[in-house]
């Protein structure tokens, strides 16, 4: 039986960054052979399938994703991370589980063992996905492209689960639109180089950039319906490398986040208005230009799909362990698992915090902070619970 405690452990110790997590899927795999899947790795990159058929019946589809990301840990651990590797940027960075993704691909490892062992009670194939690059919005699609559902077989739900600082032993779940759409570009905004003694003789990109950022933040309080939910962040601004020194350029990375494509054109129409007209107002010598990536979609937990597993889980865990209604602002590319194959994509929220374990009063470190780290119990049980749940409540 796999020690899924230990398990957690080296995984959190290793992270690896999106689309190099080749012993993270390692690692994973060898923990699926030895319980009976067939086992196929290097799917969409470094993606890991693990199929198990027990007869006739349903293909339920169960994902979890394995990237970390370039974060400096400081929750002082005794495993924790002090990895480091080359981003895409060629870049020397930290890197972290600081996501839950660890704990992601533990509860699927249970999950899996637990499925395998109780064989007798379903039939039907699962079909186990541990999915890269989640981080960047292109692990599922990656993996689709590669022929997941050509080469494994089309399911008939995607179930998926996400670990959040909620009460370590709940899950909280959502119907319809539960994450949004997110989009990333990359501003490289155009001045004149001088010397820091004559701002007159050159046009200053770093005064450009901060009205941008300034002027960014007034569109969602201005331009955006306060009964619409939607966020613009600044999340890196790099100009120059002296200080007496006026740079030629710089650069300014945005995202927006939004829960439909209205919405969504919306931003991104602002955004770009107004980074040319701060550009134009400061007497830039170019326009302007705008790199967009990493595009996800809105993640939408079908509502008939979502009705049925949550009725499974209310009947095991009970309704006092169910928070309805969640919806964030974070977002997931999971959905276009189902959207590739036409089929329904379930989704809920995994509590990762024993809160009478922490200190009254102080705040609770979020995903993607330096200080994220889930309690291990009941967290890890209640993750391959609500898995086993889930699945079993679609499989014959």
Not at 367 to 381: G, K, Q, R, V
């Amino acid at each position: 039986m796999t020690d899924l405690h230990e398990l957690y452990r080296d995984l959190h110790r290793h992270p690896e960054l999106s689309l190099q997590e080749f012993r993270t899927a390692g690692v994973l795999a060898d923990a699926l052979r030895p319980l009976g899947y067939e086992v196929t790795t290097g799917v969409g990159g470094t993606g890991v399938v693990g199929v198990l058929r027990n007869g006739d019946g349903p293909v339920v589809l169960l994902r979890a994703d394995i990237d970390a990301l370039p974060v400096l840990e400081t929750t002082g651990l005794p495993y924790a991370s002090t990895a480091r590797a080359t981003n895409a940027q060629g870049e020397d960075v930290p890197v972290a589980h600081a996501c839950g993704h660890d704990l992601h691909a533990t509860c699927l490892v249970g999950a899996a063992e637990r499925l395998a062992r109780d064989r007798a009670q379903w039939a039907g194939t699962v079909l186990v996905v541990f999915q890269p690059a989640e981080e960047l919005g292109v692990g599922a699609r990656n993996m689709v492209e590669d022929g997941l559902f050509e080469r494994f077989g089309t399911p008939e739900v995607v179930l998926a689960q996400h670990v959040a600082p909620l009460p370590a032993g709940m899950i909280a779940h959502g119907s319809g639109p539960v994450m949004a759409a997110s989009d990333s570009v990359r501003v490289t905004l155009h001045g004149r180089g001088g010397h820091g003694s004559s701002p007159e003789s050159a046009v200053d990109p770093v005064l450009m950039a901060a009205h941008v950022v300034v002027r960014l933040q007034g569109i969602v309080s201005r331009e955006i319906a306060p009964s619409e939910r939607a966020v613009v962040t600044v999340g890196r601004l790099q100009a120059g490398l002296k200080e007496n020194v006026i740079p030629e350029t710089a650069e300014i990375g945005i995202n927006i986040r939004a829960f439909n494509d209205h919405i969504r054109g919306i931003l991104r129409s602002a955004v770009e208005r107004i980074v040319r007209a701060e550009a134009q107002a400061s007497g830039a010598p170019r326009e302007p230009e705008f790199d967009w990536y990493d595009g996800m979609p809105v993640l939408v937990s079908d509502p008939d799909a979502t009705a049925r597993t949550v009725a499974a889980f209310a009947e095991h865990f009970g309704a006092p362990a169910l928070i309805p209604g969640a919806v964030v602002n974070a977002s997931e590319d999971v959905g276009d698992f189902g959207a590739a194959a036409g089929i329904p994509t379930v989704f809920w929220f995994l509590g990762g915090t024993d809160f009478s374990a922490r200190e009254p009063g102080k705040a609770v470190p979020m995903n993607h902070s330096p200080e994220f780290a889930p309690d291990l119990e009941p967290t890890i049980t209640t993750g391959v619970d609500a898995l086993v749940v889930a699945a079993r409540a679609w499989l014959a």
